[in-house]
């Protein structure tokens, strides 16, 4: 890391950068959410004019970045890509934007624009429950599964599937471990998983958020997220969810869909993200207090009709410290 003092003209820009409470708001949203244009206008409540207009200061300054997603553009600040000045400046500063009521206003605003997003993602989870298996099947194959159990270890570990679905490969975990427990925040999932679990008796289902799970610390010795990122608005969340019910040297296994261009696609399946790419998963993973990351992509079956799969392993870092306490 770059510890150089800054030069004096260097600090009079990054002070200019951020002499303005329309960036300072924006800055502090765009920290935690990746969020589009229309998007920030909606919660700053001005028009695209004005927003466009920081955000491309913002980006001239390196203090944003941005990509494509469908038409529009997608735009965050990312800590670690900042230099060290412009991080311990901004550190000085960014909780007290927090704390101004102007701030928690965007903040309201910006709760109930995420419930929006993933809103599609529900409606489609509730129509599709009954078909669930034969789509999944259709368009991704078997490999996720092969791939999932292959990652397994041994036979004594509770295993938790996060995102269970109606319970395919909880069922198929079940009799390799001691313990599984799958969560869904879809009640029509779980009630077909249910349907599926008779006479297996090693198995719990719990209905609950994937970012705030329904699970104590380090319960875990494995825990499973199986086409599920790609749901999420949010998958950090999620990801450090994940890895505080892990046991200390536990295993994390994600299959996810690699990044593609098929923006029909996305929205036929009621996704979020047109998939990741192997590197932003690894980035994801090491923000959520994850280490020995080891991400890559699987060969697309020949019958698979959807876009290929990656898959990702990791364990939580040993001074990772857990967020609570359920």
């Not at 289902?205 to 010795?221: F, K, Q, S, V, Y």
Request: charged share 25%; glycine share 6%; hydrophobic share 40%.
């Amino acid at each position: 890391m770059d510890t150089t003092p800054a030069q004096p003209d260097q600090l009079v820009e990054i002070i200019g950068s951020l002499a303005d409470a329309t960036r300072l708001r924006l800055l502090r949203l765009l920290e935690r959410h990746e969020l589009g244009v229309a998007e920030l206008c909606n919660v700053l409540q001005m028009p695209q004019s004005t927003v466009s207009r920081h955000l491309k200061l913002l980006g001239s300054q390196r203090w944003v970045t941005s990509r494509r997603h469908g038409t529009t553009n997608l735009y965050a600040m990312i800590l670690d890509e900042l230099d060290e000045s412009a991080r311990r400046f901004w550190n000085l500063v960014r909780d007290q934007v927090a704390q101004t009521a102007t701030f928690k206003q965007d903040q309201l605003r910006l709760t109930r624009l995420l419930r929006q997003r993933s809103s599609a993602s529900e409606q489609f989870f509730a129509a599709a429950a009954d078909q669930w298996e034969k789509l999944r099947g259709e368009m991704y194959g078997q490999r996720l599964s092969q791939a999932s159990l292959l990652a397994m270890l041994p036979s004594d570990w509770v295993v938790v599937d996060l995102g269970c679905g109606t319970g395919q490969i909880v069922a198929d975990v079940a009799g390799c471990v001691r313990q599984v427990i799958g969560v869904d925040n879809s009640q029509a999932m779980l009630k077909a998983a249910r349907r599926r679990m008779t006479g297996l008796d090693n198995v719990e289902l719990r209905h609950g958020d994937l970012e705030n799970l329904p699970i104590d610390d380090r319960t875990a010795d494995a825990a499973l997220m199986l086409l599920v990122l790609s749901y999420l608005p949010e998958p950090g969340p999620a990801l450090t969810e994940m890895r505080r019910i892990l046991k200390p040297g536990g295993k994390a296994v994600i299959v996810d869909l690699l990044r593609h261009d098929r923006e029909d696609f996305r929205r036929q399946m009621g996704q979020q993200h047109r998939g990741f790419e192997p590197a932003k998963i690894t980035s994801m993973l090491k923000r959520a207090g994850f280490n020995h990351v080891i991400c890559r992509a699987l060969p697309p079956e020949p019958q698979a009709k959807g876009p290929a799969l990656l898959l990702a392993t990791a364990s939580p870092a040993s001074d990772a410290r857990s967020p609570k306490n359920h």
